[in-house]
């Protein structure tokens, strides 16, 4: 577009100071190289916090003296590392997408919605429910190691409360999940074919 | 540039003749300074990336605007969770009142601020269509990279000049 074509917009536009960067092959191999290891070493900071989480369960199930809580602390570890797992499936922490130079912006926007609304909305299935079976049967194990009223209702406390905090989650997942397929309603509306 | 260049050669074609319109892009995409270098750099990193498999089956214009505005909304959607401000369409935009703080076309450095924020709360889609506007694209070439049908960019061109109007004209008849 020549200059006298140019609207006022246009002009204000391209005419603001900008440099572009330029990189030879060698400098632009070292950021790739540099910006993979950013990714590596979010992903490793993922990884050491379950493994912070993992530590303590680990040793109560080194030291456990009966089976049940064996199970218990076993099945929580698991439930961990399944979570952790699906979260770098799922792409929490992604490198650059493959696909940006193969889709339209419409067709790479859309996919990139769908695959957030996915996420968000099976998460009772990767990130809740891996931790119920240890929850229950750390529950059902104390009941029966502690048969007082008491304890029971202790454990009936502890179990509301993280009862509460998982719901709280998927709520919050499910108003996420809804943002995310209002949007893609809204591009399906604008663009049928 | 053709398609028998290495991806090297396609690499450092296109930073020296993109560059400027990507640095653009980017500053489009990301209001922080910071996330904003960060940002252009992955760009950058895509694009040199993305060339070794570049088959000349579209314009190498199509392929980096793809891959950059591609990069970008990638970015968007990420940073949409840590940041309030809800993104709108251009419709919303050109319904929303111009307020006291129109564009004042006499001091550019204003003028520009006002524009980048009002682009900066745009859907990736809609921000991605102004901003080839901005460049100076036609329709048929943004239609080719967007994906959006012929009829769907004209309509949205037709309110990209109408916004951009209201706000200049406005400014600068004060």
Redesign the interface.
């Given at each position: 577009?020549t200059n006298e074509l140019?609207?006022?917009?246009?002009k204000?536009?391209?005419d603001?100071p900008?440099?572009?960067?330029?990189?030879?092959?060698e400098v632009?191999r070292k950021?790739?190289a540099k910006?993979e290891r950013k990714i590596m070493w979010r992903n490793v900071r993922e990884y050491v916090a379950a493994l912070i989480a993992a530590v303590p369960l680990g040793y109560f199930l080194v030291t456990a003296r009966d089976v049940f809580a064996q199970v218990t602390f076993g099945l929580l570890i698991a439930g961990l590392a399944w979570m952790v797992v699906q979260l770098h499936r799922k792409g929490s922490v992604?490198s650059?997408?493959t696909?940006?130079?193969?889709?339209?912006?419409?067709?790479?926007?859309r996919a990139?919605?769908e695959r957030?609304r996915e996420a968000v909305n099976t998460v009772w299935s990767w990130y809740l429910a891996p931790l119920i079976p240890g929850l229950l049967v750390y529950t059902v194990w104390s009941a029966i190691r502690s048969p007082r009223p008491a304890a029971w209702v202790g454990l009936a406390l502890m179990d509301a409360a993280i009862a509460g905090m998982f719901y709280v989650v998927w709520k919050m997942n499910v108003r996420a999940a809804r943002c995310l397929q209002r949007?893609i309603d809204?591009?399906k509306a604008?663009?049928p074919? | 540039m053709t398609v028998d260049s290495t991806p090297d050669e396609l690499y450092h074609d296109a930073a020296r003749v993109y560059g400027a319109a990507l640095g653009r892009l980017a500053r489009a995409y990301e209001a922080d300074a910071d996330l904003c270098r960060d940002l252009l750099q992955e760009i950058h990193i895509a694009l040199w990336r993305s060339f070794s498999t570049f088959d000349g089956r579209c314009s190498l214009r199509t392929w980096i605007y793809r891959v950059a505005h591609n990069v970008a909304a990638s970015h968007v959607l990420r940073q949409r969770r840590t940041r309030s401000q809800a993104l709108v369409g251009l419709e919303e935009l050109e319904n929303m009142p111009a307020g006291n703080n129109t564009l004042q076309a006499a001091d550019r450095s204003h003028a520009l601020d006002r524009l980048l924020s009002m682009i900066q709360r745009l859907k990736p889609l809609d921000r991605h269509v102004i901003l080839s506007y901005l460049e100076g694209h036609d329709a048929a070439a943004i239609s080719e990279i967007t994906g959006l049908s012929l009829g769907n960019v004209a309509v949205k061109i037709h309110r990209i000049k109408n916004l951009l109007a209201r706000q200049f004209q406005q400014g600068e008849t004060r």
């Amino acid at each position: 577009m020549t200059n006298e074509l140019r609207n006022p917009a246009q002009k204000l536009w391209q005419d603001q100071p900008m440099e572009g960067i330029t990189m030879s092959a060698e400098v632009i191999r070292k950021r790739a190289a540099k910006f993979e290891r950013k990714i590596m070493w979010r992903n490793v900071r993922e990884y050491v916090a379950a493994l912070i989480a993992a530590v303590p369960l680990g040793y109560f199930l080194v030291t456990a003296r009966d089976v049940f809580a064996q199970v218990t602390f076993g099945l929580l570890i698991a439930g961990l590392a399944w979570m952790v797992v699906q979260l770098h499936r799922k792409g929490s922490v992604r490198s650059i997408p493959t696909e940006v130079s193969t889709l339209t912006s419409l067709q790479f926007y859309r996919a990139e919605l769908e695959r957030q609304r996915e996420a968000v909305n099976t998460v009772w299935s990767w990130y809740l429910a891996p931790l119920i079976p240890g929850l229950l049967v750390y529950t059902v194990w104390s009941a029966i190691r502690s048969p007082r009223p008491a304890a029971w209702v202790g454990l009936a406390l502890m179990d509301a409360a993280i009862a509460g905090m998982f719901y709280v989650v998927w709520k919050m997942n499910v108003r996420a999940a809804r943002c995310l397929q209002r949007m893609i309603d809204e591009l399906k509306a604008e663009n049928p074919h | 540039m053709t398609v028998d260049s290495t991806p090297d050669e396609l690499y450092h074609d296109a930073a020296r003749v993109y560059g400027a319109a990507l640095g653009r892009l980017a500053r489009a995409y990301e209001a922080d300074a910071d996330l904003c270098r960060d940002l252009l750099q992955e760009i950058h990193i895509a694009l040199w990336r993305s060339f070794s498999t570049f088959d000349g089956r579209c314009s190498l214009r199509t392929w980096i605007y793809r891959v950059a505005h591609n990069v970008a909304a990638s970015h968007v959607l990420r940073q949409r969770r840590t940041r309030s401000q809800a993104l709108v369409g251009l419709e919303e935009l050109e319904n929303m009142p111009a307020g006291n703080n129109t564009l004042q076309a006499a001091d550019r450095s204003h003028a520009l601020d006002r524009l980048l924020s009002m682009i900066q709360r745009l859907k990736p889609l809609d921000r991605h269509v102004i901003l080839s506007y901005l460049e100076g694209h036609d329709a048929a070439a943004i239609s080719e990279i967007t994906g959006l049908s012929l009829g769907n960019v004209a309509v949205k061109i037709h309110r990209i000049k109408n916004l951009l109007a209201r706000q200049f004209q406005q400014g600068e008849t004060r």
